[in-house]
């Protein structure tokens, strides 16, 4: 079973654009929600992270908004870019000790490929 | 601080052969990973070790074993490659299980088998 189900599989936004990818998930106890980027040939890379004690995360153009009645979040990117063309991850965990704690669980993943 | 290194970066195996795939890093961490990543499929956890001298499974573990050589070192074993296992593997790290937030992950092994 899927821990985290995340769209669109993939994403074509012109430059200047806003991008949205969802996700949403089912287990209540996660905490902890991280976005990854990964670039072709690279190892995916913190983008941004949010706990569900607030609404809303802003760094620079990326943005997490979060509904915990919904279980859902979302990355919007803002004034996308060429450079931002790559494949987002979003991810779950719930912190603490414990066998089956600590470990993310990842989307399936968006391309996003922003048009100059 | 090279981070998370791995090696090799690519390997073509045929069907049946053995190989093990190298993880090291150097920023002190604790806990490490090794995932799995195929197309659509997003990040599949293959196995895990909280602390030196401890592994678990994790989602994906058949076929392979691993071995946390000391806290530097993790290392994933195919011990008869199959064509399902071409993928590309990521090794990651963090610095304690459960505790910090950032999983800081390698460059990636692309293997093949034929």
């Known amino acids: 079973q899927q821990q985290v189900k995340q769209s669109p599989q993939s994403l074509i936004v012109q430059k200047g654009g806003i991008s949205i990818i969802n996700c949403a998930y089912e287990?209540?106890?996660?905490?902890?929600f991280p976005w990854y980027q990964q670039f072709p040939g690279k190892g995916p890379a913190l983008l941004i992270a949010?706990?569900?004690?607030?609404s809303e995360k802003k760094e620079g153009r990326f943005t997490i908004s979060f509904n915990k009645s919904a279980k859902q979040f979302s990355l919007h990117i803002m004034d996308s870019q060429p450079g931002d063309s790559a494949t987002y991850f979003c991810?779950?965990?719930?912190?603490?000790?414990?066998?089956?704690?600590?470990?993310?669980?990842f989307g399936r993943g968006t391309q996003l490929t922003v048009w100059p | 601080n090279a981070g998370v290194t791995q090696t090799p970066k690519f390997q073509v195996l045929k069907t049946g052969q053995s190989m093990t795939l190298q993880c090291a890093q150097d920023?002190?961490?604790?806990?490490m990973y090794w995932y799995r990543q195929d197309p659509g499929m997003g990040l599949r956890l293959i196995y895990y070790?909280?602390?030196?001298?401890?592994?678990d499974k994790g989602e994906v573990p058949n076929g392979y074993n691993v071995s946390r050589l000391n806290k530097r070192e993790f290392s994933l074993r195919l011990e008869s490659a199959a064509p399902s296992q071409t993928s590309v593997y990521f090794c990651?790290?963090?610095?304690?299980?459960?505790?910090?937030?950032?999983?800081?992950f390698g460059p990636g092994t692309r293997l093949t088998v034929l």
């Open positions: 287990n209540t106890a996660f905490d902890y």
């Open positions: 990651a790290s963090i610095l304690s299980w459960g505790i910090t937030d950032t999983q800081y």
């Open positions: 920023m002190n961490h604790n806990s």
């Open positions: 949010i706990r569900p004690d607030v």
């Open positions: 991810a779950a965990s719930k912190q603490g000790r414990g066998s089956t704690l600590g470990r993310l669980y």
């Open positions: 070790s909280a602390s030196e001298g401890t592994t």
